[in-house]
């Protein structure tokens, strides 16, 4: 299994960014697929949820990304995408894709790709 | 939503030690508790689930407890590979949330 994103870089305040996550060695299409970020120096916090073809691609957000980031996948990429707009700069930290294990839990993460967002 | 208050936020401590994390829930969560443990520059590596059940691969040292609100995580003789920063995450409901961290290290 593996995991990997790209996307990142440095941004504007008010700017757009899409990352993109790669996954390979697994069924992608059977699985949720989850983004968080992770803060310079902080600690983990979830950002988005989409499920399965089975669960209606069907999308769950945190109050920080609603409205702003939009989650999307596209099965015959095996690939998971976030799409954020009007980025903050407190949206500035490595964004990590992962894959839900279907028993509550996340069992694999890529490396992630480091979202910069200053003037 | 549900907080997750983790105890100690730092932890020092030597190899061979027996090592417990606390992570507290402000709601009823179940058994739906994760931990994970997160290395300098690395992406968070899953280590249990439902609480108690160890991931494939994980050493047994490492043992999870608890239901409702209070759980632990402990690491029965620390060894130099398991300094890092550990955190807990619960899976019951939207957001999911973490815990602050607690971070192991050499003392």
């Known amino acids: 299994v593996e995991l990997v994103e790209s996307g990142g870089g440095l941004v504007q305040p008010g700017g757009s960014l899409r990352l993109s996550c790669a996954a390979s060695?697994?069924?992608?299409?059977?699985?949720?697929m989850d983004w968080f970020r992770q803060a310079p120096g902080k600690g983990l916090e979830w950002v988005a949820r989409?499920?399965?073809?089975?669960?209606?691609?069907?999308?769950e957000y945190a109050a920080s990304a609603q409205g702003r980031f939009t989650i999307s996948r596209d099965d015959s990429k095996s690939s998971v995408y976030l799409q954020m707009n009007s980025l903050k700069i407190e949206d500035t930290a490595l964004y990590y894709c992962?894959?839900?294990?279907?028993?509550?839990?996340?069992?694999?993460w890529g490396q992630g790709t480091l979202v910069t967002v200053s003037s | 939503d549900i907080q997750l208050t983790q105890s100690p936020s730092l932890l020092s401590a030597s190899v061979g030690d027996r090592v417990t994390i606390t992570c507290r829930a402000s709601?009823?969560?179940?058994?739906?508790l994760v931990w994970y443990q997160q290395k300098l520059g690395k992406a968070p590596k899953l280590l249990i689930y439902?609480?108690?059940t160890l991931q494939t691969g994980v050493p047994s040292r490492f043992s999870g407890s608890g239901s409702g609100t209070d759980f632990t995580l402990t690491i029965s003789s620390l060894q130099p590979e398991d300094f890092a920063i550990y955190y807990c995450?619960?899976?019951?409901?939207?957001?999911?949330?973490f815990g602050g961290g607690t971070n192991v290290e050499i003392k």
């Open positions: 992962a894959r839900d294990s279907k028993k509550y839990s996340h069992d694999y």
């Open positions: 060695g697994f069924i992608f299409s059977d699985h949720y």
């Open positions: 989409i499920r399965n073809r089975n669960n209606g691609y069907t999308t």
């Open positions: 709601h009823d969560i179940k058994n739906y």
């Open positions: 439902f609480a108690s």
């Open positions: 995450q619960q899976f019951d409901d939207y957001p999911l949330t």
